[in-house]
């Protein structure tokens, strides 16, 4: 499966972007997918996860309530809708696809096997 992550951009402080995740290659219906970030100087961290059906999402704690995780089966695409952004969101922003191990190892690393390019996010304050 090949990823291409886009969608970034500058945006301001409480604004919103949506980030898209396409596939190719191989459909990503049979897949989890997620999404990490990544800050300057930091380690990638988790953001939120969906499995291939939709019926299970998982999200980072910082993005409760303020991101959305969905798919598009049909269009092979995954989004990130953000809204109420924060400074503390710039990151570059990855997205990921795994085989379902269960909702409890979405937020690791290790289950994704498959890794898009990335996009950049940087919300000005």
């Known amino acids: 499966v090949q990823l291409q992550a886009s969608g970034g951009g500058l945006v301001q402080a409480g604004g919103s972007l ?10 990503l219906s049979s897949y989890v997918t997620g999404w990490f970030r990544q800050a300057p100087g930091k380690e ?34 995954v989004y990130l809708q953000m809204n109420s952004l924060k400074p503390e969101d710039t ?29 950049l996010v940087t919300v000005s304050s």
């Open 18 to 27: 949506r980030l898209s995740c396409a596939a190719s290659g191989r459909t």
């Open 44 to 77: 990638r961290e988790f953001v939120a996860a969906i499995s291939w059906r939709g019926t299970r999402t998982r999200y980072a704690d910082s993005v409760k309530g303020r991101f959305t995780i969905s798919r598009d089966n049909a269009e092979n695409t």
């Open 91 to 119: 990151a570059v922003y990855y997205c990921a696809a795994g085989l379902d191990s269960g909702s409890y190892y979405y937020a690791l690393i290790g289950m994704y096997g498959y890794w898009g390019q990335g996009t």
